[in-house]
């Protein structure tokens, strides 16, 4: 119909479309929000969840008898997996204590105040539960640190990016530490022998089918949450901001992102730890310096693997560009008479 003066459809307002994106400065649902993340508490639960397990197995190694004056190194090598888990739970449970804060400023406030009482809450743990020592204090003040900088990380304005990576980082995770069962076979698969070259060639292969696989996981599930958050909000408010694809480029490589994270904030604020188990042994020192460099070396395939792996999910959903009427009548007037 027209929309000329006298119609009847000329005192009718504008509608919108069901799928466009919010206005500025226009109050919409919570679902559709950027600053909300669908699903935070559940996955905030299960990061604390996994934080207090990888605290629990790195204070039974440290403790253990079968440690003996190993414990230093010991807690070198746990220390990762620890920050690694309370940069995740730092930013979910920031996530979920903030999801129904609109202003960007406060919910900024909020997510750091969030990190700061989750790194707190780990530090004390680990003081009263762990031996009192150089170590002990080292394993605390990093994981509280890590926990405050994960809570910075989801007063980002996108939190549905910084769950999904969040979500993803778990996932991969979790996965390393069950790979670790398939560690023994697959370096017999891979040709180790009795030679030291061949072991260590093993070795190299099991370290990239690890961060493989890793990185295929952490992709996928970065995906699929992105994914789910955006049809539960299709279906709970009719419509949802839709992200493009440099959002789920930065979600897939989350994982990576996060890894190579904690390798900075292990090199700063456990550095004392880290000399202290160099220090005990020469073979120690080349234990330590090798342990690094795959700590890079798995961070930077995890990043790229998980990245090009949501990418590549997200374009296979992509359907062919949808030409309207209008257009290809447009180009047939255009086209020159025969």
Do not use: C, K
């Not at 004056?69 to 903030?98: D, E, K, Q, R």
């Not at 790229?304 to 949501?310: N, P, Q, R």
């Amino acid at each position: 119909m027209s929309n000329q003066p006298g119609s009847s459809t000329a005192a009718e307002p504008d509608r919108p479309e069901a799928d466009a994106p919010p206005v500025a400065g226009q109050v919409g649902t919570a679902a559709s929000r950027p600053g909300y993340a669908p699903g935070a508490l559940p996955l905030a639960v299960l990061s604390l969840a996994w934080l207090a397990a990888m605290l629990w197995s790195t204070r039974e190694a440290i403790t253990s008898t079968a440690a003996g004056v190993t414990a230093i190194s010991l807690s070198a090598y746990a220390l990762p997996g620890v920050i690694t888990a309370a940069l995740v739970t730092g930013a979910t449970v920031a996530l979920a204590a903030t999801n129904r804060l609109d202003r960007a400023s406060l919910r900024f406030l909020a997510t750091v105040g969030a990190g700061l009482l989750v790194g707190l809450v780990t530090a004390v743990g680990i003081n009263l539960t762990y031996a009192d020592n150089a170590t002990t204090n080292t394993i605390a003040g990093t994981t509280a640190a890590a926990a405050i900088i994960g809570g910075a990380l989801a007063g980002a304005r996108q939190a549905r990016v910084v769950a999904g990576l969040a979500a993803a980082t778990l996932a991969a995770q979790i996965f390393v530490v069950l790979f670790s069962r398939a560690r023994d076979p697959l370096s017999d698969l891979y040709g180790a022998g009795e030679t030291q070259q061949s072991v260590l060639d093993a070795a190299t292969w099991v370290s990239r089918t690890e961060s493989l696989l890793a990185g295929l996981i952490a992709g996928l599930v970065a995906y699929l949450y992105l994914a789910w958050s955006r049809r539960r909000a299709e279906r709970r408010d009719g419509g949802a901001s839709s992200l493009r694809w440099p959002a789920y480029l930065v979600t897939g490589a989350g994982a990576g992102l996060l890894l190579l994270l904690t390798e900075v904030i292990i090199r700063i604020g456990g550095r004392g730890l880290l000399d202290l188990a160099a220090a005990l042994s020469e073979a120690d020192q080349v234990a330590q310096t090798a342990l690094g460099t795959s700590r890079v070396d798995n961070a930077i395939w995890v990043l790229f693997v998980g990245a090009l792996t949501t990418l590549i999910v997200f374009g296979r959903t992509l359907g062919p560009r949808a030409v309207d009427d209008e257009e290809e009548e447009e180009e047939e007037e255009d086209e020159p008479a025969a």
